[in-house]
């Protein structure tokens, strides 16, 4: 058990947790994760065999843990599995959405559109569906939280590779959105970066012809799921939660920024902003300014 999943067995403990893309490489170590830390973990994802494996794994291991499919781009799949969740494992206190998809890599005018499309579907309709559904009962209760996992390519464009990173920087706004919605009611939301891991997306950027800038990055920089994954156990404590809706980085120290809550919110730190001179967004321009 690491150190954040002992610190946060007594507050993580008999939580509800569904995990999206529960079977896959990232999506598993949070699994194994929050089921090591006491939690009841629901695995969901579109590849039954994957998330029946996951949890075989997890009751081998001691933990408790429900195999539900869910295609996350499917209204009715989604609202199927949080009925799913509920009626089986209780009222559901965190979402962790990580399913995701590359989408199309190349330049824009050579990608499949349909293909490159695809990245939204997953990685942002997903998130707003599977969030929207958990966030009926969450507001019900006044509490509850939600995990987005966005990407380091949020933070700047690369060439030739335009679908996911844009899809996981609309993930990235859509977060603080969600936080803005749901602060009054106790439930809080932020965007996590897993860092560079080796998993299918990774693989599809690495062997493609069009980004090979991304191979020696990976190579030297790569980490294991489980950091995000205790990275997603220590957000569950609620050590996060004064700085939700937030954009949080593997290097980032949560004690650290809980401190600096204050600044952080008054200044619009740790999100997506357009740098130099603008108007409020509220505020229309006026002509010749």
């Not at 030297?220 to 156990?233: D, G």
Request: aromatic residues 4%.
């Amino acid at each position: 058990m690491t150190v954040a999943e002992r610190h946060g067995r007594g507050q993580v403990d008999g939580q509800v947790v569904v995990v999206t893309g529960g079977g896959g490489v990232i999506g598993r170590a949070i699994c194994e994760a929050f089921a090591r830390a006491g939690a009841l973990v629901a695995v969901a994802d579109i590849a039954d065999d994957l998330a029946d494996a996951a949890v075989t794994a997890i009751e081998q291991a001691g933990g408790r843990a429900l195999a539900v499919h869910l295609d996350v781009t499917d209204r009715a799949s989604v609202d199927a599995m949080v009925a799913a969740v509920e009626r089986e494992l209780g009222p559901i206190d965190l979402l962790i959405n990580n399913a995701g998809h590359i989408g199309a890599i190349g330049p824009i005018w050579e990608v499949d559109p349909d293909l490159w499309w695809r990245a939204y579907e997953v990685n942002v309709r997903g998130t707003m569906l599977c969030s929207r559904a958990v966030l009926i009962g969450m507001v019900a209760r006044r509490r509850g939280r939600i995990v987005n996992l966005s990407s380091g390519t949020a933070l700047g464009p690369s060439q030739a590779f335009s679908a996911y990173p844009s899809s996981k920087t609309a993930v990235t706004r859509l977060t603080e959105h969600m936080a803005a919605d749901a602060r009054e009611y106790g439930v809080s939301v932020f965007a996590i970066t897993p860092g560079l891991v080796y998993t299918p997306i990774a693989r599809a950027v690495i062997d493609s012809e069009w980004t090979p800038q991304y191979r020696e990055v990976i190579a030297q920089l790569h980490v294991p799921p489980e950091l995000a994954a205790e990275r997603c156990v220590a957000i569950a404590t609620g050590q996060a939660d004064s700085v939700t809706g937030c954009y949080i980085q593997l290097a980032d120290d949560l004690d650290e920024l809980a401190r600096r809550a204050d600044e952080i919110q008054a200044e619009g730190l740790y999100t997506l902003r357009i740098r130099g001179e603008s108007a409020v967004p509220t505020t229309p321009r006026v002509a010749g300014r």
